[in-house]
C-alpha cells in the first residue's frame, strides 16, 4: 500500500467513476424489509449524495422487496447520463424479511425485469449475480447456469455488464469463460480481510473489487486501536476505515450505506483523508490482528 494520494476515480461500466459512492440497502425498513420509516428523508439522501458528487449506487430490488429502487427511481429518474446503476439479483424476499435463494435462470430473468420497472430503465448497467450457496459467505459450486442466464439478457440489450457477489476465486475465473466480469462484491473491510488475495488478482486485470459491510454492516466495526488512530487524524473511526480501503487497492469502489444526511457527508468526507506510511501500517497491523 502506498502512502501517495489516493485516485479518486476508476473506469467502471463504461465510465469513469467516482470511487466513493452510495448503497441503498439502509433506505428500507429494518431488516431491510418493507417501507423506510421516513420516505422523504430516504428520498433527501439520495439526491444530497448526487449533490455531492456521488455517480455509482448500488441497490437490489430484493431490497424492501422492491422499495430501494422506487425510491431511487422517485429521487432521481430522469437519471444523469454519468450515474451508473448497479443492482443484484440471486434472493428473494419471505414472510416476514427471510432471504430465500432465487438461482434458476427464470429467477433471474424474472428479477432482472422487476428491476427494470422498478427503477424505470430500458436496461441495467451492471447486475451482480449473488450466490447464495452459503448466505454467510462464499461457498465453491458451479455458476456456469447463473452466469449462462445473466449473458443472454446481456445479449438481448437488457444488462450492459455482469457483475459477482459472494464469490470464490474460482467462481469469477469459471464465469470469466462465459462472460466478462465487470466487478466483484464481497464482504471485506479492515477487519474482514478473507479477499486479500482476490483484490489483489482483480487489480492486475482492471477489474473492480466493490466491498459490501466496509465499515462492517449489522456489527459495525469497533476497535479501541481503530478510534485512537482516527482520534490522532481527526477523523471518525469509520471515516479512517473507508479511508484505509480507498488506499487499500486502486480497485476498490465503495458503496458505504446510511439513511442519515450527516452520516452520508461524514462518509463522503474519507476521500479527503490521507493516510501516512506509517498510518497505514498501524491499520494494516490492526486488521490483521483481528483477522
Not at 38 to 45: E, G, N, Q, T
Not at 69 to 95: F, M, W
Not at 262 to 268: D, I, S, T
Request: hydrophobic share 45%.
Amino acid at each position: 500500500m502506498s502512502s501517495s494520494p489516493v485516485e479518486t476515480t476508476y473506469p467502471f461500466a463504461g465510465h469513469t467513476v467516482r470511487r466513493l459512492g452510495y448503497g441503498a440497502m439502509q433506505l428500507a425498513g429494518p431488516g431491510v424489509f418493507g417501507p423506510p420509516k421516513d420516505r422523504d428523508a430516504a428520498l433527501s439522501v439520495l439526491r444530497e449524495a448526487m449533490e455531492l458528487g456521488v455517480d455509482h449506487i448500488d441497490t437490489s430490488d430484493f431490497y424492501g422487496p422492491h422499495v430501494t429502487n422506487q425510491i431511487i427511481r422517485e429521487a432521481l429518474h430522469p437519471y444523469p447520463e454519468s450515474l451508473v446503476i448497479v443492482t443484484k439479483v440471486g434472493a428473494v424476499r419471505g414472510d416476514g424479511g427471510s432471504w430465500l435463494a432465487a438461482q434458476e435462470p427464470e429467477d433471474i430473468r424474472r428479477a432482472v425485469h422487476d428491476n427494470l420497472r422498478n427503477l424505470k430503465l430500458d436496461a441495467v448497467d451492471v447486475v451482480n449475480m449473488r450466490l447464495m450457496f452459503d448466505t454467510h459467505g462464499p461457498k465453491e459450486g458451479s455458476i456456469e447456469k447463473q452466469i449462462t442466464a445473466l449473458a443472454e439478457l446481456r445479449r438481448e440489450g437488457l444488462v450492459r455488464h455482469i457483475g459477482l457477489s459472494n464469490a470464490t476465486a474460482a467462481q469469477v475465473a469459471e464465469a470469466q469463460h462465459i462472460a466478462p466480469i465487470a466487478c466483484v462484491q464481497n464482504h471485506y473491510n479492515l477487519m474482514h480481510r478473507h479477499d486479500d488475495a482476490l483484490i489483489d488478482d482483480l487489480a492486475a486485470q482492471g477489474i473492480a473489487y466493490v466491498p459490501f459491510f466496509p465499515l462492517g454492516g449489522f456489527s459495525p466495526i469497533q476497535s479501541a486501536a481503530l478510534s485512537k488512530i482516527a482520534q490522532s487524524l481527526g477523523a471518525t473511526p469509520m471515516q479512517t476505515a473507508l479511508a484505509w480501503l480507498l488506499h487499500r487497492a486502486p480497485n476498490i469502489l465503495l458503496i458505504p450505506g446510511t439513511s442519515s444526511l450527516g452520516h452520508l457527508r461524514e462518509n463522503m468526507a474519507a476521500e479527503a483523508l490521507h493516510l501516512s506510511a506509517e498510518t497505514l501500517a498501524e491499520l494494516d497491523a490492526v486488521g490483521r490482528l483481528a483477522g
